[in-house]
């Protein structure tokens, strides 16, 4: 059983993306799970089905892909507090994933298998749509991060990114945030002033 405060966190959170019904709310606490993560776990390993989702309560998450151009692993998205964790494909085609997700710091994370969800899908209408609004969502940061990767200069990139998540650099390492950004990992002190 998970605590109130996660749920309510959790409810707001799917709230904000579309209306839920009494009825799922109250279904869905049931199904859901507290996992404690810990700095450098794998929550799901490249090439293997996404068996849960998990939504973030606390701390910070990091994909781990492949650089085409060397076959060297890189940082290709964050997520952080209220985000909602799944690889792509992963989780909703039940495709191998494309990439890994690795913790970066102690998480208090809430988790759903993907049995649980598709009770709760083929009972519930709104599941449906709240779960492609919560996809939208998330394809259009990523959209938007690759736009800025093609069009943004280095230091607005990083300036854009640092006051957005400034957090996030007392935490990664620098050098998985440059891959985020796409550029050098020789000191974000330049891009400072």
Known sequence: MISNSVFTLLLERLASFYPLSAGLVNA??????????????????????????????????????VDLENGNEMTSWFWFKEDFIFAYPGFFSQQPAESAVELIEECRLIEMDYEDFILLRDTFPEVWPLVESIRHYYDHLRLT?????????????????????????NIARHKDIANFLGIKDDGFNRYNS
Do not use: M, N
């Open 28 to 65: 869905l606490r049931p199904f859901l799970k507290e996992h404690d993560g810990l700095k450098g776990e794998i929550l799901l390993q490249k090439g293997k089905k996404g068996d849960q989702v998990w939504f973030i309560c606390e701390g910070h998450a990091r994909e781990i892909g």
């Open 145 to 169: 991060h690759l736009k800025d990767l093609q069009s943004l200069s280095a230091k607005v990139k990083y300036l854009k990114f640092y006051h957005e998540h400034k957090s996030l650099f």
